[in-house]
Antibody, heavy 123, light 110 residues
């Protein structure tokens, strides 16, 4: 069974950092790009970042709203993706979902989702 | 404000059909694939349509997708009360190098 489990969320003060983890199982992690998508309370989906598989260069891209503050990475040996969030702002408050695309070669079309981890940025 | 534009809400009676539009630009919808997601309150989004019009395994054929130019459409036929949810379109944007989501459309079954 394909599984994705996020962890690392919590309450953090503005300007501080937090690292989210995405532990996976049930599929060949190294073959897929992994992404983070967030959803602020009562709001819609907002894409955050993607890290591609090594086969596709291992490159990453970020939403403009987090570029320069967030960093996505992957550990293929342990099937884990990370999201390092620095200089957090109140507007980063959201549920953060780790997700995987339906197709190996694609950066979108997210079929696999974790249950999400809550991040609250508040003083 | 989302770059992909969806109507905030649509509604129809049980058994009827609804369509949800998603309007974008050449750099996203026209030149890249469109996906659609269904989300019930308090739950995780579910992929309904990918590559403009393909359904993942297990998604009933009451759900369909199409694309023309800079717009895409999700259709739901044989509307059921269980279809009441929020629906989002998504597409890669080649200029921004980002995945964009629409603002979401709430479907109400009258």
């Amino acid at each position: 069974e394909v599984q994705v489990v996020e962890s690392g969320g919590g309450l953090v003060q503005p300007g501080r950092s937090l690292r989210l983890s995405c532990s996976t199982s049930g599929f060949t992690f190294g073959d897929y790009a992994m992404s983070w998508v967030r959803q602020a309370p009562g709001k819609g989906l907002e894409w955050v970042a993607i890290v591609r598989s090594k086969r596709y260069g291992g490159t990453s891209d970020y939403a403009a709203s987090v570029r320069g503050r967030f960093s996505i990475s992957r550990d293929d040996s342990n099937s884990i993706a990370y999201l390092q969030m620095d200089s957090l702002r109140t507007e980063d408050t959201a549920v953060y979902y780790c997700s995987r695309g339906i197709l190996i070669e694609r950066s979108d079309a997210y079929q696999v989702w974790g249950q999400g981890t809550d991040v609250t940025v508040s003083s | 404000q989302s770059v992909l534009t969806q109507p905030p809400s649509v509604s129809a009676a049980p058994g009827q059909k609804v369509t949800i539009s998603c309007s974008g630009r050449r750099s996203n919808i026209e030149f890249n694939y469109v996906s659609w997601y269904q989300q019930f309150p308090g739950t995780v989004p579910k992929l309904l349509i990918y590559d403009n019009n393909k359904r993942p395994s297990g998604i009933p054929d009451r759900f369909s997708g199409s694309k023309s130019g800079t717009s895409a459409t999700l259709g739901i036929t044989g509307l059921q009360t269980g279809d009441e949810a929020d629906y989002y379109c998504g597409s890669w944007d080649s200029n921004l190098s980002e995945v964009l989501f629409g603002g979401g459309t709430k479907v109400t079954v009258l």
